[in-house]
């Protein structure tokens, strides 16, 4: 199993809906989370962290973490087109890994109008 | 507040060359993680420097070198190149500590002719 694996899309949604994109992680990384969104030839941006379990809300966006389950989501509510992009989930290693991030492939999100 | 500066933003070289990648982080950031992405590979952590020591590497080549100086300026070199080192090479800074939030760079895209 990956350490961080993400469905690669793309995941199309009308505009107005809510995006859902889901992370799952196995038992070598840690309880720190980050969503990155990527435009096509771009840098990478960050969106939210998330260490604790529960939800965590930032305008538009609320990532999600649930340990029992070891998934992380990023739901994004009135998608708009400029939501397009991929997003990218990360989380630091179990042990001895600082500030190291391992990434998931990313899901590509299209969000149409 | 300036963000993560990484020069050149382009360059093209040809295999066996070498090449020097800069990365100023964040005022006030001393971590500095470097990440490799290509398409078939994703996003790949490379090292990562804090207080001028390497305390993490990823599980690359020896070719792939780094360093940070006192002001937490950093450099990555890549010795003797290939054509698979093409890559976009991204920088991230980083506070003190261990699985806090990474602020990429715009990356500098290595072609390798």
């Known amino acids: 199993q990956k350490e961080v694996e993400q469905n690669s899309g793309p995941l199309s949604v009308p505009e107005g809906a809510i995006a859902s994109l889901n992370c799952t992680y196995s038992?070598?990384?840690?309880?720190?989370f980050f969503w990155y969104r990527q435009y096509s030839g771009k840098s990478p941006e960050l969106i939210m962290s998330?260490?604790?379990?529960g939800d965590k809300e930032d305008g538009r966006f609320t990532a999600q973490l649930n340990k029992a389950s070891q998934y992380v989501s990023l739901l994004i509510r009135d998608s708009q087109p400029s939501d397009s992009a991929t997003y990218l989930c990360?989380?630091?290693?179990?042990?001895?890994?600082?500030?190291?991030?391992?990434f998931g492939a990313g899901t590509r999100l299209a969000v149409h109008p | 507040k300036a963000g993560v500066t990484q020069t050149p933003r382009y360059l093209i070289k040809t295999r066996g060359q070498q090449v020097t990648l800069s990365c100023s982080p964040i005022?006030?950031?001393?971590?500095v993680s470097w990440y490799q992405q290509t398409p078939g590979q994703g996003l790949q952590f490379l090292f990562e420097?804090?207080?001028?020591?390497?305390?993490n590497k990823g599980n690359f080549p020896g070719r792939f070198s780094g360093r940070q100086f006192s002001n937490s300026r950093s450099e990555m070199n890549v010795s003797t190149l290939e054509l698979g080192d093409s890559a976009l090479y991204l920088c991230?800074?980083?506070?003190?500590?261990?699985?806090?939030?990474?602020?990429f760079g715009q990356g500098t895209r290595l072609t390798v002719v």
């Open positions: 991230a800074s980083s506070r003190t500590g261990t699985g806090t939030e990474a602020f």
């Open positions: 038992d070598r990384v840690s309880q720190s």
């Open positions: 998330i260490y604790s379990n």
């Open positions: 990360a989380a630091t290693p179990l042990s001895g890994g600082y500030n190291k991030l391992i």
């Open positions: 005022s006030g950031h001393r971590s």
């Open positions: 420097y804090f207080s001028e020591t390497q305390r």
